[in-house]
Structure formats: C-alpha cells, structure tokens
C-alpha cells in the first residue's frame, strides 16, 4: 500500500475543523525537528509544548471545534487558555502518531519517526515551494562551491545549490539514526532467534549498512573533501570581491533587493559551515547505535546453536516437578563442584597465550623554537580574526557611548579586531541564531552613496541607531 509506513490516524489532524491551527503547529515543529544545529533528533518534551504554545500564541486561536475521537467531557468542554490549547494539540499529535515519546530516566523526549519526518519535510515544501536538488551528497556540495567560487558572475547561483543539499545529507544522517533505532526496537521485541538475523540482513545489511553506513567508512568516503568544503567557505567569507559579485548575482537569479541577496548569501555559507563541522557528532551517535545493534545480533547468533529444540519447556516442566516434592526427596547434585561449570576454567573460550612485547628505545622528539614560535603567531591570528557576536557588539557600543546612532564614517579602524568586527556589523543578522538578540536591538538603514572609513574601507554609507527598548537595558544597566 502507499501509506503502509505511516500511522492510520496520522491525517486526522489535517483533515479535522482544527486543521489551519494544526497546520501553523506542525510548521514550527519543522523548524524545531529540522535545524541544523539539532545533533540530537531527541527534543526535549518541555521544548517541545512551548515551541506549540508559541504557534498557538502567534496564530491567536479563539475558536476550537470538536474533533473525532475526543472524550464525552473533551468534547463539551473548550479550552479557556493556551496552556489548555497546547495540552489538547500535543496529546492529539501523540495520539494520532505525529510525534512519539521516550522515557529517559527522568526525562521525557520527543521525535519524529523517519516516514513522519519525511512526509514533514515534502509537506513544508510544498507549502513553501522551495526549489530542491537532490544530488551526490558531499561530493555534490564540493562541485558547487567550486562552481560558485571559481566564476561568482556566472555560475553563483550553485551555492544555493549546494546548501540545499548540504541540508538535505544532514536530515539524510538523522534519518539514518532514527533508522537504526527503530530496528533496534523491533529486535527486542522479538524473541525468535532466526527472525532477528533474518530482519538485521533483510533491514540492516542490504538497506542501511551496504547503501549507506558503509559508503561513509570506506577509504575513499566522500568526507575526506570535508577540509577543503570548510577552506573554501573560511576563505570565501573574507574575499569582499567574489561576495559582493555572488551577492548580484543572487539579486538576479531571484529577482530580490541588495539586503536579501546579501542575507541569501551569508546564510547559505554559514549553513554549510554548520553542518560539516557538526558532522563528527552525527556520525558518532550512528556508531553507538549501530555498535547495540550488532551486538544484539551477534549474541543472538552466538546462543543460537546452543539451544536445543524444546529445552526451554522441558526445563520448564522439571522445574514445576521439582517445585510439587519435599525439600528431603530432592538428591543433592554434586556434578557442579566437580566438573566447575561456574569456574573460571569453564570460560567458554581458552586464554590467548600472551606475547611479550620487544625492548625498544624511546627517544624524545625536540621542536624547533622557530616552530613553536610561528605555531603562537599563526594561533593568535587566527583568535583575532575569529568572528563572535560580543566582541561586535562590544565594539559597536564603544561607537555609540553618549549617542543614540553613528554613520560609517564615525567608526574607527585601528587593529584586526576592529576591521573584522566592522565587516559584520552591517551583516548581524546573517550570523545565525546567537547573534539574534543583538541584532534586534539595532536598526540598520543603507544610503546610496559610498564612504571611505579609517582609509582602509570603502562602503556604502548606512546608519545604524539602537532601538527604545534597548535604551532602557541600557540605563537599567
């Protein structure tokens, strides 16, 4: 069947007098399930009903109809709160299989199945009419940026590309994972030895292992480029030239302004970034679940032959015989004392006779000073051209002390630190996540005429002015 993989009750919520509420919910759970900085699919439960409670708080529900399969009391009563609103969401996104629950200790976690997780993402596609390219994963990505990189006038269009698919093999390695785990599951579900192998080759062996673990293992994987995707993108950050040609080039392809082709561009760049450097963690979490998963299957192999057919209600039966005698009709068995069945001598395995390793001489390796000299200097550079929101934005309000608003040419440039801090002072908010509350505490407005600052800049002029709200922080300070 064509939805054999999904739950039967999964369209009710779409299908209900709730759905536009449903709809604008499962939308912010994408962009919960689907970021990029998510190493762990395991959100938090607590996470989870806020992310709902935001959407409801932004759609402004106040109207709620009753839905198939609600309580006699569900059905009278009508939420009178968002707290309520979101109990109500989240438990019928449980119910109907949206979303599935694991205890861990304490703690409740919460995560998409791979079939939901994959209907998700087509349904927000479709919903944004998003252009997708589905390519060769990391070697696709390295091709584009060279593309990108090499003519920026003529073929910059394939960074776009190139995010798109980076984004695509990151959501490809979760699904792997949550592929593992949910084999996993089904093998311990099972207590038929010859089903267990039989479902770790049929699954495992020929769909996850041969098409895609395996790939990512071998000598030649495609993550030996990794290095030389991140190079490019570092040195593509800092080339003003090509950015600013990729940055027309974005403005024609798409058929925007100047400030969201530049947005375009910076954020493609740094999703990329984000996800290869991450990719380590990722890998590292299938290697642990695909290590349970083998050893599950190789101690099954490892007792199947061990039993005999039928032992297990045998056994069974002399036990209950056993259990209806007196203590004095029992014998005594003394078999065990002599034969030693729980001694050390009875390991299943012999002892590996030990190898006695050869003398050889350890001799300390001096490094040059000069080395380790130049080690310092390539280290503190690297430090002071590192990119980190509070150091522009400490450097930002050493412009603004007794004033509300500064022009480029009111900014100084008197070291490393300050020309880097100046470059991304105009581009906060394409720094991702963490320069968000920064950025939204200034406004930037761009003039059309050029300026040339501290000599060493030449820009376009703009003005940037510190938020109300950001002025009372200020002198609550």
Known sequence: MLFNKLPDDLFLPLSGQNRQVYQAVLTSLADLFFDEDLVDPFVPKDLVRSTIE??????????????????EEEQQEVPRSTAEYTSRIYRRLVSTGWLEEEQRIYRVYVLLS??????????VSIANLEKRSYGGAVLNVLSSLE?????????????????????????HLTD???????????????????EIVRNFFDRFVEHILVSDYKTLKTKNNPFRFRQQILSLLRELQFDTIKLQQLIMHY?????VDIHDAEARVHQHINRIIRI?????????????FRYRLEKRVSDTVRYMDKTTPGMASRLSRVIADIAQKAGREIPRVKSLETVGFLAPGSVRAPIK?????????????EIDPKVLYLRQLFKEYKER????????????ERHLIGRDKAAAKDFEIDSIEDYICFSYIRHMKSMGKKARKTSDRYNISFNENYVNVADMVECRDFCITRKEHSKDVLNAR
């Open 114 to 123: 791979p079939a939901n997780s994959f209907l998700l993402r087509t349904l």
């Open 353 to 365: 006779r030990r190898i006695a390793a050869e003398p050889r001489v350890i001799t300390k390796q």
């Open 276 to 288: 290869f450097d991450s990719v380590d963690q990722r890998l590292a979490t299938i290697d642990d």
């Open 147 to 171: 593309s990108a990189v090499n003519d920026p006038v003529g073929r910059g269009i394939t960074l776009s590309e190139a995010a798109q698919t980076a984004a695509d093999f990151s959501a």
């Open 176 to 194: 792997m994972m949550l592929g593992l785990r949910e084999l996993k599951i089904n093998l311990s579900l099972t207590n038929n030895p010859q």
């Open 54 to 71: 935001a959407a409801v708080v932004r759609l402004g529900v106040r109207r709620w109809e009753p839905e198939e399969g609600d309580t």
């Open 385 to 396: 051209r590192e990119v980190k929101i509070d150091r522009v934005e400490a450097y930002l």
């Open 251 to 255: 403005q024609q392809q798409f058929e």
